[in-house]
């Protein structure tokens, strides 16, 4: 028990002290289809039990552009899904207005529910649009922070999968890391930071620098991931901003960071990926 509510056996771990979300009040509802799983602190999340379910990927994201840009008061997700990069950004800016922007109506369904379930319904602003369509971000809205954890395989390029919402996070159905770069561009505000997860292998590295320079972003901060200790890293932190926002001198800099490891050789979890999951709220 907590201050009279209820509390799910399954609260253990390190979570920020603060307010438990209004759905845990009482045991919540959870389809057989579904699952709810703890994301960030408190924070829990509706996910289809056999669908797209929330990544590493969505993690590293969230983590790195809160990390990046953490007095945000605006922040923008772009193609959202079921709104995981979302409410790890809501539960580390707890003042910040969450606008989210998402194809699937599946996704969008579960994003709401989530929402609900944590109390988050009046800061976040979830929308049903495919963000690449000019209606769906009005031309005036303006974020200090714009995150995106796009998929990153041309249709056609490997096995799709059966399920709808999972082709749609893997493959590049509705949009590719340069559109993600051109809305962001768009949308950001003097100074701000848009923080994206893209591979560095196999020519994936030179696309992501295409597209940042296709939009008139510089990358400010590159932060290399190896999933393995040992291994060669597999995907990039990226940290971007607007090229005009910056002083000549600097457009061209990038500042690359340490690799990060997930997992050591042993295959136990990193000491320093336990510490981002400690920064999100989540037991290491």
Same mark, same amino acid.
């Given at each position: ?7 799910? !056996?399954?609260?253990?771990?390190? @979570?920020?002290?603060?307010? /438990? ?8 509802? /959870?389809?057989? !289809?579904?699952?709810? %799983?703890?994301? #960030? ?7 289809? +039990? %056999? ?7 969505? /993690? ?11 007095? *945000? ?27 989210? /922007? ?18 988050? !319904?009046?800061?976040? &602003?979830? =929308? ?12 005036? !809205? ?12 041309? $249709?056609? #390029? ?9 082709? *749609?996070?893997?493959?590049?159905? +509705?949009?590719? $890391?340069? %559109? ?16 994206? @997860? ?11 620098? =295409?597209?940042?320079?296709?939009? &008139?972003? #510089?990358? @400010?901060?590159?932060?290399? @991931?190896?999933? +393995? ?13 607007? #090229? ?21 050789? %042993? ?18």
């Amino acid at each position: 028990m907590c201050d009279g509510t209820y509390v799910s !056996e399954s609260f253990r771990g390190w @979570v920020r002290p603060g307010p /438990v979300p209004p759905g845990a009040s009482r045991p919540p509802q /959870v389809p057989p !289809e579904e699952t709810l %799983d703890y994301i #960030s602190g408190h924070f829990r999340l509706f996910q289809l +039990r %056999d669908g797209h379910r929330f990544s590493t990927d969505d /993690v590293l994201t969230a983590w790195y552009g809160t990390t990046w840009c953490p007095r *945000a008061s605006m922040v923008l997700d772009l193609g959202s899904g079921i709104g995981s990069v979302a409410t790890i950004a809501a539960w580390r800016l707890p003042g910040a207005r969450i606008v989210t /922007v998402e194809a699937q109506d599946v996704s969008v369904a579960l994003a709401r529910k989530s929402a609900r379930f944590n109390g988050l !319904e009046e800061r976040c &602003d979830i =929308r049903h649009a495919d963000f690449r369509d000019r209606d769906a971000i009005q031309a005036q !809205e303006r974020f200090d922070l714009v995150l995106g954890s796009p998929p990153y395989f041309p $249709i056609g #390029s490997g096995i799709e999968g059966a399920h709808p919402q999972k082709i *749609a996070c893997r493959f590049e159905a +509705r949009g590719d $890391i340069g %559109d993600y770069c051109g809305v962001a561009a768009r949308h950001l505000a003097p100074g701000g930071f848009f923080a994206c @997860v893209f591979p560095l292998p196999d020519g994936q590295h030179a696309r992501m620098l =295409r597209a940042a320079a296709a939009a &008139d972003l #510089s990358i @400010v901060r590159m932060r290399p @991931v190896v999933f +393995r200790e040992g291994n060669d890293p597999l995907v990039g932190l990226f940290g971007l901003t607007r #090229s005009s926002d910056l002083p000549a001198g600097f457009q061209d800099c990038t500042f690359t960071e340490p690799p990060l490891t997930i997992r050591s050789t %042993d295959g136990s979890v990193h000491p320093e990926y336990q510490a981002l999951k400690l920064a999100i709220g989540f037991p290491p």
